[in-house]
Every structure is written in C-alpha cells, then in structure tokens.
C-alpha cells in the first residue's frame, strides 16, 4: 500500500469539498454526524493533526492518504510537537509537489535525528545500525509494535531501502565528520563502521 500525506491550507474547506468528490473514503458516521467539522476536529483533538483515508482504490492500486494542515506540518518538521509526521519525514520518502520546500526544512528534522539516534547507540556501530536507530525512533512507545506490527518491520524498513536512506543522511553525516563528532569509514554500505567520541 502507498501513502501519501497532503499538506492543505484549511483543512475545514479540504474534507468539505472532498466529501461532495468522495464521501466514500470517509467513515460513513463521520460523513452523516457531523461532516468536514466532525474529520477537522477528531484529527486536531483526538489524533495528531492528520485525518487518514485507508484503504483507497484509485485506478487498480491500493493506497490511503492523510490530510493534514500544512502549518502543523512545519510545526512537527521544526519541532518535533507530535513527531508523527516529522518520524515519518526521517524514513526515505518521495515529496511530489513542494509549495513550502519541506525538503530544506526536513534537514533540521533529519539532523535532529541522528543526533537522536547517536546518544542511543555505541562508541562503535555500523552504518545499517545508525539507519535503524533512525528508523526506530518513531517507534518508539508505540504500542502496536508490542503486538501488532512486525517484530523485524525496523530492519526491513532499512534493509529495503538502505541506499535512500544513505543518501537521504550523506550530508548531515559529513558535516559531523567535518566536526569530528564521528569518524567514518566508506560510506554506503551497511557494514561500514562508524564511531564517536562519547567522552
């Protein structure tokens, strides 16, 4: 399934129009109860600001999309308020359309990142162990991965898809080399070594 997340301005005026498209995506309580109002207030009241659609069939394919204010985007990006977007945004992800350029605000969240990730690792790790780390915080407290999600979906996550992260983390990684926070060996493969200074 792909995923896909839009950014809107007013997401009142969003759901309000995509009802009248494709009431079929929503909740039928949702549509009948209390409409766009109702969507707008469970996603900022209840969730974390974003209102998905599983379980979508568009032209043979199966994907879902959330919906979320493109202010409280920035806001998780920046500051990590909820950090559900921003732990998605850590993970390899393809932005279509960039009216904000989310891509260079997403450096602040990718640096914060791996900060996050070296005070939870070892003097002496591997580039694979690093991306994990990574890939884990979001993770992290979720309750579904106790019982519900795949015990390995943190490895799989990266073993599939280790070159984007590589390139997704290439520069932040050498700007701390740069600082001599880490000493890197070749990067781009999973068993390069990497280690930090923890003194």
Not at 113 to 137: G, M, N, Q, R
Request: net charge positive; glycine share 6%.
């Amino acid at each position: 399934m792909v995923d896909y997340i839009l950014g809107v301005s007013d997401p009142l005026q969003w759901h309000n129009e995509n009802l009248k498209m494709n009431k079929d995506h929503y909740a039928s309580w949702m549509a009948h109860l209390g409409g766009a109002k109702l969507v707008t207030q469970v996603a900022d009241k209840v969730g974390v600001g974003v209102h998905f659609h599983p379980f979508v069939t568009y032209n043979g394919r199966l994907f879902k999309y959330g919906v979320v204010r493109m202010n409280d985007l920035v806001e998780d990006i920046l500051q990590w308020k909820k950090f559900y977007l921003s732990g998605r945004l850590q993970k390899p992800v393809r932005v279509v359309v960039d009216n904000l350029d989310i891509n260079n605000l997403n450096y602040v969240n990718l640096q914060a990142a791996v900060s996050a990730a070296l005070l939870l690792l070892p003097a002496k790790f591997t580039e694979a162990d690093l991306y994990a780390k990574i890939c884990s915080l979001s993770y992290m407290g979720d309750v579904r991965m106790l019982f519900a999600e795949d015990r390995n979906k943190v490895k799989t996550i990266v073993t599939g898809q280790f070159d984007l992260f590589a390139s997704m983390y290439k520069h932040t990684l050498e700007g701390y080399a740069a600082k001599d926070v880490l000493k890197l060996s070749s990067l781009k493969r999973p068993s390069a070594p990497i280690s930090q200074d923890q003194e």
